[in-house]
């Protein structure tokens, strides 16, 4: 389940605000430990949830930048990441590749993201996630991951950061609902979690 978990994450990495945004219903809080909340919302037309993962890290924007563009090294603090690349770099945005592991019996899922990188007049980042699954050819063994809309915010709070990871995957394929279900929840979390650990060293 951890893995399918991760597809979500990393392909929510790809979202757009605005469209987020429209697409979210009312956000109902689904977890809140470790200084990490974690809250969904139904899509229309949709059977699965998106989600939003809010958590305040004692950090520096420098360090956490480093952390995300760091692609090949996210993997290490992605949920559910198996191997991840940078597909192609212009200026400010970037395209990469995700092999993801699922839980028996899912399919292995990939995606392919682009990511727009926008800084704000506050000292705020925004990483703004899409989905583009034909933009390399799909691999034997694996299900592209169909749609990916989301972003990573981060924002300076004093000597902290607080950091949303907000997404809204559409896995491809057959996804049983247990797993889907426990996956936008696991994905956030253990992701934000990972993230904040590395952070705060």
Known sequence: MGSLHRIAVLCGLTVVLATSAAQAEEWKVAKNEDGIKISLSEVPGSNYKAYQGVALMKTSMAKLRALQEDVA???AWIHECKVQKLLKKDGDQSWTYTQFNTPWPVTARDSVLHITTTEGADGSLTRTLEGVPTYVPEEKGFV???QVQGFWKLVPKGDQVEVTYQVHTEPG???????ANKFVVDAPFQTLKALKERAEK
């Open 73 to 75: 090294g996210a993997c």
């Open 173 to 179: 394929g057959s996804v049983p609902a247990m797993v």
């Open 144 to 146: 592209r991951v169909t």
